[in-house]
């Protein structure tokens, strides 16, 4: 693998993968930006976020300062950007097959994204129904986060027959 291929790869490729993995990135840094505030908020740099004023359903600041949300250790919104950051490396890694891209690379980048979506289905499914209090910044980036998962999905089911193929050799 030669930079200047991978380089190249990245910027000029337009196989349905790649265009694949571009999809994903967009989606990656838009929910970056948005759990960038949620960030903030359970870091205490922001003490409120913007919020739907219908305080009975929305409620941004109750249900990033829950136990739930600080479960691991740390801020969910952290790791979250974690993952996008994760996924976004994954994406890029290797360039294209011309320039050298495994297909591990996109196994593991659907391990990630499911991983991640698979969290973001259990976020809503607390704020909905445990909570019973809505972030609109979290489902916002649950949204996106699957939608990443099910955009990628194509290009590593192409990748994971590649990869079983190969071995039947």
Request: hydrophobic residues 45%.
């Amino acid at each position: 693998m030669k930079a200047a291929e991978i380089r190249d790869a990245l910027r000029k490729d337009h196989s349905e993968g790649m265009d694949r993995r571009r999809q994903l990135m967009l989606l990656s840094a838009i929910g970056m930006a948005d759990f960038n505030l949620v960030s903030l908020l359970q870091s205490g740099v922001v003490r409120r976020l913007p919020d739907i004023p219908y305080p009975e359903v929305f409620d941004t600041l109750a249900v990033n300062t829950s136990k739930a949300a600080f479960k691991m250790g740390l801020p969910d919104a952290v790791v979250s950007n974690l993952l996008f950051s994760v996924k976004m490396a994954l994406a890029t890694a290797g360039g294209s097959e011309k320039s050298g891209r495994k297909p591990v690379f996109d196994l593991l980048l659907g391990a990630v994204s499911m991983g991640h979506a698979m969290g973001a289905v259990k976020m809503t499914y607390r704020m909905f129904f445990k909570q019973k209090k809505i972030c609109i910044y979290c489902l916002t980036g649950a949204a996106l986060i699957v939608s990443s998962a099910a955009v990628i999905a194509p290009t590593v089911m192409g990748s994971a027959k590649k990869m079983l193929s190969s071995s039947d050799e």
